[in-house]
């Protein structure tokens, strides 16, 4: 079955049994919107100069999800920074979220629950139906991993995209996360360097992975100053 790197990026991160959002995906809403901006650069309508997004086409993409936000980008009414566009798109995460596992459900990939918290407030949970396309991404990112398998542009990304959002330990478990830091750090790498990849898609995603990395920083220090940490 085909899965969009978004797509996969969400399924990795939902807990399969409990259909809730692992809580270790640290700064996940902006790897959520690094990838829609990923996406949309493959289908080659925008481009990065000077650290800024560029639209070069605003014709209809075939797809619910990146659609409105090509749109956003392309009527802005001026070109702005990257890190601009992932914060912006990061707040509409739970937008983000519900189209994603309104496609998940209608691919029979991941089924609707609703659990009552203390009888009084609503809870949607999104558990698998269908686990066998996520554990295939998962065989996919632990051969690469391991060594055993040749990974392609949009295996690079995820394994990014993974990487910066700290779901590791769940995608490969946490003793070869631990043990792999270094062949994943290569990969990471290399998805900077691979000739599979276009000039300007690679300039989005290493501008894409700088500025998620950054926010993540800087939200989790915001969250450490606001507890007293």
Not at 11 to 28: R, T
Not at 46 to 74: A, G, R, W
Not at 135 to 152: G, K, M, S
Request: with cysteine; hydrophobic share 40%; net charge positive.
């Amino acid at each position: 079955m085909n899965l969009t790197l978004t797509e996969k990026l969400l399924l990795l991160a939902l807990d399969d049994e409990k259909g809730v959002f692992n809580p270790w995906a640290s700064g996940f809403e902006y790897a959520l919107a690094g990838s829609i901006l990923l996406e949309i650069s493959m289908v080659g309508k925008i481009e990065l100069t000077d650290k800024k997004i560029k639209p070069i086409s605003n014709t209809l993409i075939n797809d619910d999800l990146l659609m409105p936000y090509l749109n956003m980008i392309s009527h802005s009414g001026k070109i702005r920074k990257i890190d601009y566009w992932i914060s912006k798109m990061a707040n509409k995460a739970s937008d983000i979220k519900a189209v994603l596992t309104a496609r998940l459900i209608k691919k029979r990939i991941l089924r609707e629950e609703e659990k009552k918290i203390l009888w009084i407030f609503t809870s949607k949970r999104y558990p698998a139906t269908n686990s066998k396309p996520e554990n295939e991404v998962r065989r996919q990112l632990n051969a690469i991993v391991d060594n055993r398998a040749t990974p392609e542009m949009e295996d690079l990304m995820l394994i990014s995209l993974v990487d910066v959002c700290s779901l590791n330990n769940e995608v490969y478990g946490k003793e070869k996360a631990k043990a792999s830091k270094k062949r994943i750090k290569k990969l990471v790498e290399q998805s900077k360097t691979n000739a599979m990849i276009n000039s300007t898609v690679k300039e989005i995603h290493d501008a894409i992975m700088a500025a998620v990395v950054l926010m993540i920083a800087t939200s989790v220090v915001t969250t450490n100053v606001s507890t007293g940490s």
